[in-house]
């Protein structure tokens, strides 16, 4: 086998690829490729230029076809993952992806394979693209993939890119798949940049449409009388040359995602991993960002290097994922069929465990309302045997700038090997409190998109040293423009409470004690910190009741209910609640007593600690629709903090 692969491969993907241009003949802009009927992939720097002022703007992408007349069409852009509020030309690479659609849906062209891997490809790959005048590069010789350039991009060296062939695919030579997007040649050196695929994940449900397209295009691939792209992977060494029942070949992973791409996407992304974790034998499956979201992502989970693992696997996922649709009320009849069928001549364990294959503890699905009337259940707060998922944003300022702060996040998905970092800034000047939501949207989105569930969003904490717990949280937005029929408002949208970062790593002795409690108290009081008229001290927090729980009608970062907080803490009290807007120097006011009285209200209300944040998440949303400025919940913040799944004390976000 040549080192660039199979050329009728290599063929395949030349046709698939096109260059982008304002009018027909015009200048090359850069390259593209199709990836699904209508659909074309490149990176969004090759169209920023051009479409920064208008992307409503028509344009055309023109490629040579080996079997077809050269294509020529028109186009616009349909998304870019482009950040609105990104300046300067240096664009991330997980921000550097486009998505292009031809104007008429009567274009013949050729579509790419996009591997489902979810692990980096191997150790070469062959760039396809245009070359400034327009004229193809059919291939360079093979690419050493030296380096990985952070959780997305791959780094290549010892080759020179000319200069047009960004946004053009990357072909593993071993699989026959496209695995990345070209997306930098180094000015002046040897060598450039590629953005790895699973970045596609980001387009969210966008992406899921475009790559079930593609996964029914190739599905089809079967019925066309000339060369197509599995026929040949099937006969790559990558594919399995010798074949046995008990193999996952390509013609059987083209058969299930296209039948996969018929199944109603998953209520969220703790499904897709938690059914490709069953299906390896409980053992985790590879890193994967951002996190696999659609059922076609699972099945790249059930990979061992760039090898498929054994059928039974495979199998086995795809009956667990038959298992969830009929859970939720769905007939994948068609995708069963197809794995009782494919399960003849396997041996008798095979059979057995993907006929009997049940779905995780606690993952049966839970259907939709029963009607107008129905009284919602309050979700209970992850945490302990209840399991659930949680993201958790961790801000720690900076030694010698407090005002500014470096950033963590942190996805906690329900099981027990505890949370794991997804993104971070924790170098340079940090972030000012004003940027804080602007930064943090974009990562917010894709962390939620993570563990999200139709039936349940996930809470989001905020970890702070207790000087900034007046940071107002609740009161942050994910879109800089609300919706008319929704609150942009995170309090509203799902759970938000906040935590102490100073309390990372093991647990102390107060705080454990006083958490079962908590736990264990019949009934939950509020109690007035600090007594009006009356100064903080120690023994009003340790002597509480068990139930007890700090009510502060001030804020808790400064002053008297700074000190009472601090003392709170020592304590061991792991739920407080507490306003976070001005209170007066002397005395309280009648809004204090508003405070006191709806705290004591919502306490008494929950039948344990575990509903309270999503008890006040309602009476947020009741503020919402009613516009209540004066509600006395509007500016009241809650600490909810589980010693059961404390912060991990692994690197603090020090400067450098």
């Known amino acids: 086998m040549p080192e660039t692969g199979d050329p009728y491969i290599d063929d395949l993907a ?3 690829t096109v260059h982008l241009l304002s009018t027909a003949g015009g200048t090359m802009w850069g390259s593209g490729f199709f990836v699904a009927p209508g659909w074309v992939l490149t990176c969004a720097h ?25 294509l020529r069409a028109r186009a616009r852009l349909e998304a870019w993952l482009l950040d609105d509020d990104l300046r300067g030309d240096d664009i991330p690479v997980e921000q550097d992806l486009a998505l292009v659609r031809l104007v008429d849906d009567d274009v013949e062209h050729e579509c790419v394979w996009l591997s489902d891997c979810a692990e980096a490809p191997g150790a070469s790959a062959v760039v396809h693209g245009f070359r400034p005048e327009g004229q193809p590069l059919r291939w360079r010789s093979a690419i050493d993939i030296r380096t990985y350039d952070g959780s997305y991009g791959l780094r290549f060296t010892d080759t020179e890119f000319p200069k047009g062939v960004s946004g053009g695919p990357v072909l593993d030579p071993h699989t026959g798949a496209v695995v990345a997007v070209m997306k930098s040649r180094r000015v002046e ?68 995602l296209n039948l996969l791409a018929s199944v109603p996407a998953p209520g969220g992304v703790p499904a897709v991993a938690r059914l490709a974790r069953k299906a390896r034998g409980n053992i985790a499956p590879p890193g994967s960002l951002p996190e696999p979201r659609s059922w076609r992502d699972g099945h790249g989970l059930l990979y061992e ?35 009782n069928a494919r399960l003849r001549g396997v041996p008798p364990v095979v059979h057995t465990v993907v006929t009997e294959a049940r779905l995780p503890e606690g993952m049966f699905p839970v259907l939709g309302p029963g009607g107008p009337d129905e009284v919602l259940p309050v979700l209970p707060y992850p945490g302990g045997e209840r399991g659930g998922a949680v993201v958790t944003v961790e801000l720690e300022p900076l030694s010698d700038a ?20 997804v993104d971070e800034q924790c170098h340079g000047d940090g972030v000012a409190p004003g940027d804080l939501i602007r930064r943090l949207r974009r990562p917010l989105v894709d962390a ?55 309390r990372r790593g093991e647990p102390d002795r107060e705080w454990l004690v006083r958490w079962e409690g908590l736990m264990a108290a019949e009934e939950l009081t509020g109690v007035a910190t600090p007594v009006p008229g009356r100064a903080p001290r120690p023994h009003h927090f340790t002597e509480m009741a068990p139930g007890a729980v700090p009510v502060l009608c001030r804020p808790a970062g400064r002053g008297v209910g700074g ?46 600690p575990t509903e309270l944040p999503d008890r006040l998440r309602r009476i947020r949303e009741d503020i919402s629709e009613t516009k209540d400025a004066q509600h006395w919940a509007e500016g009241v913040a809650m600490l909810y903090d589980d010693p059961g799944r404390p912060l991990p004390d692994l690197d603090r976000l020090d400067a450098p």
């Open 305 to 339: 290097g760039h090898r498929p693992m054994a059928a039974i696997a495979f199998l086995h996922y795809l009956k667990l994922v038959v298992e969830y649709e009929r859970g939720r009320g769905g007939d994948p009849a068609r995708l069963d069929a197809w794995v």
């Open 563 to 608: 000190a009472a907080m601090r003392m709170a803490l020592e304590a061991g009290h792991g739920v407080a609640l507490w306003h976070t807007d001005a209170h007066p120097e002397r005395g309280c006011h009648e809004r204090c007593a508003a405070v006191r009285a709806g705290a004591a209200d919502l306490l008494g209300q929950a039948k344990d």
């Open 46 to 70: 090759v169209l920023r230029p051009h479409l920064g002022r208008d992307r409503e703007q028509i344009f055309h992408v023109e490629g040579e076809q080996y079997d077809r007349e050269p």
């Open 402 to 421: 407090p005002d500014r702060f470096y950033w963590r996040i942190r996805v906690h998905d329900g099981d027990r090997d505890g949370s794991r970092p």
């Open 448 to 502: 939620f998109e993570m563990v999200d569930t139709d039936e349940c969003p996930a809470p989001l904490e905020v970890a702070l040293p207790a000087d900034y717990f007046d940071t107002a949280v609740h009161r942050w937005q994910l879109t800089e423009m609300g919706r008319l029929y929704l609150s942009p408002y995170l309090g509203v949208q799902r759970r938000v409470v906040l935590r102490d970062l100073d």
């Open 14 to 16: 030349r046709s698939a």
């Open 189 to 256: 050196r040897d060598g450039g940049r590629a953005i790895a695929l699973p970045v596609l994940r980001r387009f969210g449900e966008l992406y899921q449409s475009v790559l079930a397209e593609h996964d029914r295009w190739h599905g089809a691939g079967s019925r066309l009388g000339r060369t197509n792209w599995i026929d040949r992977q099937q006969e790559l060494p990558a594919g399995g040359l010798h074949r046995t029942p008990e193999q996952w070949s390509p013609d059987d992973r083209r058969t299930a």
